[in-house]
């Protein structure tokens, strides 16, 4: 089959939509949308940011702050901490008519309306590459968002993603196999 190049692109799919959030030095809530990151140890997690960013320089300050993915029932308010900067706008939080409490185990808030929350420690950010890691030092879950064995209902989360190249936030669903096992089939052949 023919195949068509494109060039460099940042279209590795699915691209989890970020909603980072921490406090500042008042204990006023900024967040942003960042659309690079990823999971890059068992305890951390990368994130490629620019330091223009007010939530990137709370961070830096606080050393503390929160991951959330974006979910389907808040695409609108997700979308609009990252077209909207908190340099700009100093109620942006506010204007999302989301809700927070402080995090239990890291001096960051917790998003209400966003189910799923990693609680992060700045490991450090080197401003040449824009790379921020951070310590997961825990994951919380809304309960309602359970199954009855404990383990998280990622149907019900309905997690977003970002298409890049079509600019469109996609919805995460449909199981299409089961992971350490498919590939059992072809390993005893």
Avoid at 5 to 32: H, S, W
Avoid at 118 to 131: P, Q, S, V
Wanted: charged share 25%; aromatic share 8%.
């Amino acid at each position: 089959m023919p195949r068509k190049d494109l060039g460099p692109k940042t279209y590795l799919y699915p691209q989890p939509v970020i909603i980072l959030a921490a406090y500042d030095e008042e204990g006023k809530v900024n967040c942003m949308n960042a659309a690079w990151g990823a999971i890059s140890d068992y305890k951390e997690l990368s994130i490629c940011l620019s330091s223009d960013h007010k939530t990137v320089a709370n961070i830096l300050k606080m050393k503390d702050f929160t991951v959330s993915p974006g979910v389907k029932s808040q695409v609108v308010a997700c979308d609009y901490v990252g077209i909207e900067s908190g340099n700009r706008v100093s109620d942006k939080f506010l204007k999302t008519g989301w809700h927070q409490h402080r995090a239990l185990h890291v001096n960051a808030p917790i998003i209400e309306e966003l189910p799923l929350a990693i609680e992060c420690r700045l490991i450090d950010y080197n401003e040449d590459t824009g790379i921020m890691r951070g310590a997961i030092i825990n994951v919380s879950v809304d309960e309602r968002y359970l199954k009855e064995d404990g383990h998280i209902d990622t149907d019900k989360l309905e997690i977003i993603s970002f298409d890049p190249d079509n600019n469109k936030y996609l919805l995460v669903k449909d199981v299409v196999g089961s992971a350490f096992s498919d590939g059992l089939k072809i390993k005893r052949n």
